[in-house]
């Protein structure tokens, strides 16, 4: 009974609580113990990528089902007589009595990440599960410590070597992300379907682009003008409201065929709309308003009573104060 206890609390205290591997002490001294021993052999040294991230974003109690995992992966592809032991929060030993060749190493790894990826999926994790690899062969006079080191020297390089190609692989990856990005803005700035003619808008984009346009007149010193286009009955007063409707919309119509497809025009009361012709001279935009009153009254009954007036600006000199 005494001689069972006291194999129970030698392998307590030899043994990971969480794992069931050999702790770090356990593995420091059977390791040092079979370096004595002839023949080769090589230490693996382990080390699961971001697991703070995991233990972060999915809690403790997955972050250790997954060291679990990871550890009966070890046991599974390793042979009883190795040395399995975890050594830190997310770090393995794996001492192979014997040594081994780099072919049967990278076989194992890979099913160790077979393995961990699946794990990490079955978890609902958002990223593959990783974990990077540090070897060294036992050499004369080694005892842990001495082979540990080297193999942990290979692991911190292979980390540093990978950070330095994700480093270059997200510069490359961040102009390829920049012009996906800008292909995507391009799209969604690009008018849709952008029917023949001149820019439709309302009256408060309208101003808006006056002002963007205005500022850059300025600079360039390039000319546009504003026409004023009042549709009304022949005592001058607005159209009665019953034909308002079919008339503006005749209008607009005629706007729209008339300017050009870099003009702008939105309406600015019942009656009116506002024009904005870009590069044009004095002459130019008063022909262009002169073009579009012919064409709208050569399509009015001579009956109706109606009287198109248009008032030509330069851009700036007029206020833009919309009529009640």
């Given at each position: 009974m005494l001689k069972d206890e006291n194999t129970r609390l030698r392998v307590l205290a030899e043994h990971d609580w969480l794992t069931g591997l050999y702790n770090r002490r356990a593995a420091e001294a059977h390791v040092d113990e079979a370096l004595l021993k002839n023949g080769g052999g090589m230490l693996l040294v382990l080390d699961i990528?971001?697991?703070?991230q995991v233990n972060d974003r999915y809690g403790h109690l997955i972050g250790d089902a997954l060291l679990c995992e990871a550890a009966r992966t070890l046991r599974d592809i390793f042979f009883p007589r190795d040395i399995i032991g975890r050594v830190g929060g997310d770090e393995f030993i794996i001492y192979i009595l014997g040594?081994?060749?780099?072919e049967a190493v990278d076989g194992r790894a890979a099913q160790l990440a077979e393995r961990l990826r699946k794990a990490g999926r079955r978890y609902g994790m958002q990223w593959n599960l990783s974990f990077t690899l540090g070897l060294a062969e036992k050499q004369a006079g080694d005892d842990y410590i001495s082979l540990f080191d080297r193999a942990d020297q290979m692991l911190l390089a292979r980390k540093k070597a990978r950070r330095a190609r994700r480093a270059d692989s997200a510069d490359a990856g961040g102009e390829r992300s920049i012009c996906t990005d800008m292909a995507l803005i391009r799209r969604e700035l690009r008018e849709k379907d952008p029917p023949k003619g001149a820019f439709c808008q309302d009256?408060?984009?309208?101003?808006q682009i006056y002002r963007f346009v205005e500022r850059g007149l300025k600079r360039s010193g390039q000319s546009a003008y504003i026409i004023l286009m009042t549709l009304t009955d022949a005592q001058g007063q607005f159209v009665p409201l019953a034909a308002r409707e079919e008339y503006m919309s005749r209008l607009s119509d005629d706007l729209q065929a008339s300017l050009r497809s870099g003009d702008l025009f939105a309406p600015y009361s019942g009656c009116q709309y506002l024009l904005m012709v870009l590069g044009a001279s004095s002459e130019n935009a008063a022909v262009i308003a002169g073009r579009i009153h012919t064409r709208?009254?050569?399509?009015v009954a001579p009956d109706a009573g109606l009287l198109l007036r248009y008032d030509v600006y330069p851009m700036g000199e007029l206020p833009l104060q919309p009529k009640g």
């Open positions: 990528d971001h697991f703070k040594g081994c060749s780099q009256y408060e984009t309208f101003k709208f009254m050569s399509r």
